[in-house]
Nanobody, 127 residues
Framework: QVQLVESGGRLVQAGGSLRLSCTTP????????MGWFRQALGKEREPVAA????????YYADAVKGRFTISRDPAKNTVYLQMSSLKPEDSAEYYC????????????????????WGQGTPVTVSS
């Protein structure tokens, strides 16, 4: 089965930068898209960014566009989320997700498109 291994979450000061990583050790041949989602305590899960694996086409939530960059390294079976100009409202548990089906029943920014999820990595942005 597909497993996702996330890393990189930590406490960072406002205005700082952080890079999250998500690796699927089994390879990415079955991958259609990968995405990042986040959920703050007391709030619902929201999309952050997504990338179509083959084409590299990316999607971003309005709240992070211009500050966050999603990328992938097929040779390392890894997707990254580079976060810059961090704000306290970016504090959340960040989850990596993988869509292996590519059924296109949902947009890649919809969590329902993904059947595999990482364990989450916490990001705290202090003021």
């Amino acid at each position: 089965q597909v497993q996702l291994v996330e890393s990189g979450g930590r406490l960072v000061q406002a205005g700082g930068s952080l890079r999250l990583s998500c690796t699927t050790p089994g390879g990415t041949y079955a991958t259609y898209a990968m995405g990042w989602f986040r959920q703050a305590l007391g709030k619902e899960r929201e999309p952050v960014a997504a990338i179509v694996w083959r084409s590299g086409v990316t999607y971003y939530a309005d709240a992070v566009k211009g500050r966050f960059t999603i990328s992938r390294d097929p040779a390392k079976n890894t997707v990254y989320l580079q976060m810059s100009s961090l704000k306290p409202e970016d504090s959340a548990e960040y989850y990596c997700a993988l869509d292996s089906r590519g059924e296109r029943l949902y947009r890649v920014t919809d969590s329902r498109a993904y059947e595999y999820w990482g364990q989450g990595t916490p990001v705290t942005v202090s003021s």
